[in-house]
């Protein structure tokens, strides 16, 4: 499986817009780019996935770069609650959601 | 509509104890899966299923074993608990399509203690 690579951790202030990046040079070009984040003391939550197209929905938007090679987790206005880890995982087409590999992940601290 | 729901929320065993982890889903998901995630750690696979009657191991399933005779339901359970397996364990349940479109639903996680 393709490699992500994600800084340990970012910090940023609350209503203020959050850039989490995710580079994945090895991505081949059917893997799908999946973003999870796991809040303290529960289990991971799905928050967006893309292919190629940027993508947006409720909780945020999903920036892809034109080569596939890196993507960018937008929060658009964090809140306290946005403070989690968040995972960059690739994902195979051919699989389902049942072989997910996680990476340490980014660590967002938000300061009020 | 629960989701994927975990039974217990804390255990603490003793060296040599058994016993099993439940985790039920709701959404008559294909696919579930079990994680242990060790402090400061990501998550890591233990046994994952794509229907009942059909299990695999991932990446950690030593001391660990899986059935799957219900859609439903994914039981694991610890035959002879090590302190090795003090962790928090999570299951997950998602579709069972191709493409890579779903995302997997979690459980709050089962936190063991062996001691």
């Known amino acids: 499986d393709a490699k992500t690579t994600q800084p340990n951790s970012m910090e940023s202030n609350e209503e203020e817009p959050v850039h989490l990046p995710c580079n994945h040079s090895?991505?081949?070009?059917?893997?799908?780019i999946h973003w999870y984040r796991q809040l303290p003391s529960q289990g991971p939550e799905y928050v967006i996935h893309?292919?190629?197209s940027n993508v947006n929905n409720r909780m945020a938007s999903l920036a892809i770069a034109e080569d596939r090679k890196s993507s960018t987790l937008i929060l658009h206005r964090a809140t306290l609650r946005d403070a989690a880890v968040y995972y960059c995982i690739l994902r195979r087409p051919i699989q389902g959601a049942q072989k997910l590999v996680f990476g340490q992940g980014t660590r967002l601290t938000i300061n009020p | 509509n629960a989701g994927v729901t975990q039974t217990p929320k804390f255990q603490v065993l003793k060296t040599g104890q058994s016993m099993t982890l439940q985790c039920a889903q709701d959404?008559?998901?294909?696919?579930m899966s079990w994680y242990r995630q060790d402090p400061g750690m990501g998550l890591r696979l233990i046994h994952y299923?794509?229907?009942?009657?059909?299990?695999d191991q991932g990446e950690v399933p030593n001391g660990y074993n899986v059935s799957r005779s219900t859609t439903e339901d994914f039981p694991l359970r610890l035959l002879s608990a090590a302190p090795s397996q003090t962790s928090v364990y999570f299951c997950a349940s998602s579709y069972s399509s191709a493409g890579g479109r779903y995302g997997a639903f979690f459980g709050q996680g089962t936190r063991l203690t062996v001691v």
């Open positions: 893309g292919l190629t």
């Open positions: 959404m008559n998901h294909e696919y």
């Open positions: 090895t991505i081949s070009g059917t893997d799908y």
């Open positions: 299923s794509v229907g009942a009657g059909i299990t």
